[in-house]
Structures are given as structure tokens and as C-alpha cells.
């Protein structure tokens, strides 16, 4: 689909979400190199559990050692299949989003890009946790980076200095406080 304006990272998912609601949605990035069997992976998961939001690669979401939840702060890696509310699936790894699993508030471009503006992951987690959206990651290694081909930082070097206050604000946003307390 060809944007008219400039959704950054949100236009790999919500145009195609406000467009086809009832159908499900892949996401994955362009830096990326898929292992073959991907597609194949995720629906054939999908299939097995036709609500859940289903990733390639995600992180248990666990406290710190004071009892709080901050961003990526203690939280594990998942090596082997995992399914739970308390997860966090980065969309550009691989992920199936069936319809309904998303909070209608996710396809608030203005809102996301003022609250999330450079993580996407983390908006999009926010509106599937706000309506209780079960997560499963299949625990699949890391994918293979694409060698960058300018000298420009990569959203991810940006985001490693953002990520934790965008989301402390998609956190109070979303009203995730009382979801967030069972983790």
C-alpha cells in the first residue's frame, strides 16, 4: 500500500489493519533476512491458537529487583515456545496479529506517533494487552541483520535512549497498570 503522509514505523501495520480488520496481519521488517519456513511457522501456529498474537522471537516481561517494570529492565529472552499476557513481540521479527486481538486506540496514528514515535512495538503491545490479547512466541534464534547500506543511525540505536520512557507512556496511556500488576 502507498502512503500519502509519513507513518514511519506504524506503516508496516495500521493501513493494512484499517483496511482488512477481519483478516489476520504478518509484519516483519526490511533489515532482516527470514528464515524460509517463517510464514509457514507462524500460521501454521495461528491455526493451532486462532486468537493469540503469535511472534517469531519475544521477551518475558518480569520485574526488576525493586518490584518495577521497565522496559526490556530483567525481562528474558524466550528460547522455546511461550504463551502468556506477559510477553513483548517486536513486530518486525515476525508477527501474526489475528483480527480483533488489537484495541481499536491502536489505529490512532496522531496518538501513537506523539506517545510512541519511534517504537512501534511497543504502541502496538500496549493496544493488544488493554483488551487482554494473549501472546506466543515460537523461541526462534535471532534473524540475520541486513548489512546497513548507509552511514545513518538505525531506528534501533534512537530507540535504546527512548525506549523506556515511551513505555512508562503507552504504559499510563493504555491504562496498563492493573494488567501489568499480575506480571
Not at 506517545?115 to 502496538?124: E, F, L, N, S
Request: negative net charge; contains cysteine; charged residues 20%.
Amino acid at each position: 500500500m502507498w502512503m500519502e503522509t509519513n507513518g514511519r514505523s506504524y506503516d508496516k501495520l495500521l493501513p493494512v489493519w484499517r483496511t482488512f480488520p477481519e483478516l489476520p496481519i504478518l509484519t516483519f521488517d526490511d533489515d532482516k533476512v527470514f528464515p524460509r519456513t517463517l510464514v509457514e511457522r507462524l500460521w501454521t501456529r495461528h491455526l493451532l491458537s486462532p486468537t493469540h498474537i503469535v511472534g517469531a522471537r519475544g521477551w518475558k516481561i518480569q520485574r526488576t529487583d525493586d518490584g518495577e517494570i521497565r522496559f526490556a529492565d530483567n525481562w528474558v529472552r524466550v528460547s522455546s515456545h511461550f504463551v502468556g499476557e506477559n510477553l513483548h513481540l517486536p513486530g518486525g521479527n515476525g508477527t501474526l496479529y489475528p483480527p480483533g486481538s488489537l484495541s481499536e486506540e491502536v489505529a490512532d496514528g496522531e496518538a501513537a506517533l506523539r506517545i510512541c514515535p519511534t517504537t512501534d512495538d511497543i504502541w502496538i503491545w500496549g493496544a493488544a494487552l488493554k483488551i487482554g490479547s494473549v501472546f506466543e512466541c515460537l523461541g526462534m534464534d535471532a534473524h540475520v541483520v541486513v548489512q546497513q547500506q548507509k552511514n545513518t543511525p538505525a531506528l534501533s540505536d534512537l530507540n535504546h535512549t527512548t525506549e523506556e520512557s515511551q513505555f512508562q507512556a503507552a504504559v499510563n496511556y493504555f491504562s496498563l497498570g492493573e494488567r501489568l500488576a499480575r506480571v
